[in-house]
């Protein structure tokens, strides 16, 4: 079996892998958001308004809170992480009720 070494890789390099990751799964998740909508428009789908928000919830706003309540506002990480996981939570519950109205339009 094959070890990866956790040498070859210093933490700085692995900070900055995991925070293109994220921004990468941020980017992804809005242009999900973005078609979901633009198919709400389009078909005046509600399930897929919903479809919409929830990813926007689950990916995007999360994203936002942390930059705008940790890093420019000093607000203490567990309330950032708090807030982060009820929007998170709710775009699930968004997404879960999207895809369970079957021809609800």
Not at 30 to 39: D, E, K, N, P, Q
Not at 84 to 103: D, N, V
Request: charged share 10%; hydrophobic share 55%.
């Amino acid at each position: 079996m094959y070890a990866l070494p956790l040498q070859s890789f210093d933490l700085e390099t692995l900070a900055l892998v995991r925070q293109a990751s994220e921004a990468l799964s941020v980017l992804l998740g809005l242009a999900i958001a973005y078609i979901a909508y633009r198919g709400y428009r389009r078909n005046g789908s509600r399930p897929m308004l919903f479809v919409a928000a929830g990813f926007a919830l689950v990916l995007g706003v999360p994203a936002l809170l942390t930059v705008a309540l940790y890093v420019l506002l000093s607000v203490p990480l567990p309330v950032v992480n708090a807030l982060a996981q009820a929007c998170e939570l709710l775009g699930l519950g968004a997404i879960l009720y999207g895809l369970w109205t079957p021809g609800a339009s």
